[in-house]
């Protein structure tokens, strides 16, 4: 019986995956469009050095927006900042948003997607540039844009103005997901590596059922996803939520199996 649960177990780690939500399509309700950037396409950035995009817009509800970055139709995470996208009132304007990145990075896509004033998104739109972050700052007089400047200067006060229920977007499942495979990897790694050396016998057979389950994972990795390092390590440990939850669970029964049994007569 204890066989089958453990095998139950299993099968939960090998299904485990996480899921992206999906955005919603463009409904009418949002226009939009990058009408500048500094410094412009086919241009090489310093890293931490910002990428300004100006967005022309035309809305019938509160909106803000976001910027990602993509190379290859894959979103380029890595090393991305971007500023808190503020909320702007409906009608036709001009958004001030800005990407950078900390590590060596080429994006071959802009990706504005506007979102309402609860952070749901209502559509998005791909812009092709060319843009590269490098080690060495190629251009050192490079000088910041006066729509930069006065953009800058108009959004701020708008969040003067403007109400923002919700200024912070809320974690999502995903997130804290993310969070517990992250925080679990360190966690899983010791106790692991102190149950097969404390444990002898069939508690250490017990003990390494976990490991059998990251060897699909790491086989797949090993034949080629063109993941960075990284998020290499995330990938291949995405089940220690579920190998930790397991191991404590069998260090509890040994400890249990382990008590000595109460003498008769005694209380």
Known sequence: MRLKIVLALLLVIFTHSLSIPVLAKEDGKVALDITALSPESNSTLGLKEKLYIRIGYECNQPV??????????????????????????????????????????????????ANSADWQPLTQKDFPVDLRWQQSVVDTTRQTPDWVTALTRKQKLKAEYIYDPEPIEKETVIDLIFFICLVSIPLYLYIQVQMLRRYEGRWKELAAIPLISLMPLILVSIAGIGMEFRLWIIFIFRGTPFALTYLVLLWLIKRLRSSPAPKPGKV
Do not use: C, Q, Y
């Open 64 to 113: 803000r927006f976001r910027i990602m970055a993509l190379l290859n139709g894959e979103l380029s995470k890595v090393g991305a900042k971007t500023d808190l996208p503020p909320l702007h009132s409906a009608g036709s304007g001009e958004a001030l948003a800005w990407l950078s990145f900390d590590n060596t990075t080429h994006i071959d896509t802009l990706r504005v997607i």
